[in-house]
Nanobody, 124 residues
Framework: QVQLVESGGGLVQAGDSLRISCVDSGRATARYTMSWFRQAPGKEREFVAGISWINGRASYSDSVKDRFIISGDNSKRTVWLQMNNLKSEDTAMYYC?????????????????WGQGTQVTVSS
């Protein structure tokens, strides 16, 4: 069973950088796509970035694609999200998610496994 644990969130100022991590403490992620979603208060959970362990391809939402970088190490069962030039609108709970497919999906319903989230707050 995939067990996802996020860490690294915190309070930063606009323009700062932050890296959050997600560790799969369950079975190996060799057959999975790992993605980050975020949810701000009163808003829907939205796709941020995802990466396929099979082909290494990454996808990003338009709002972050020039500022965030997703990467991972399958041997460590870990995926990271490097967030640069943070803005107040990036404030949200960030969730790690996994699905048993080589294709990154931007649809939250396509993901079976979720972490508990890590809070990122950006002050302006």
């Amino acid at each position: 069973q995939v067990q996802l644990v996020e860490s690294g969130g915190g309070l930063v100022q606009a323009g700062d950088s932050l890296r959050i991590s997600c560790v799969d403490s369950g079975r190996a992620t060799a057959r999975y796509t790992m993605s980050w979603f975020r949810q701000a208060p009163g808003k829907e959970r939205e796709f941020v970035a995802g990466i396929s362990w099979i082909n290494g391809r990454a996808s990003y939402s338009d709002s972050v694609k020039d500022r965030f970088i997703i990467s991972g190490d399958n041997s460590k069962r870990t995926v990271w999200l490097q967030m640069n030039n943070l803005k107040s609108e990036d404030t949200a709970m960030y969730y790690c998610a996994a699905r048993p497919s080589s294709v990154v999906s931007t649809t939250k319903g396509d993901y079976r496994d979720w972490g508990q989230g890590t809070q990122v707050t950006v002050s302006s």
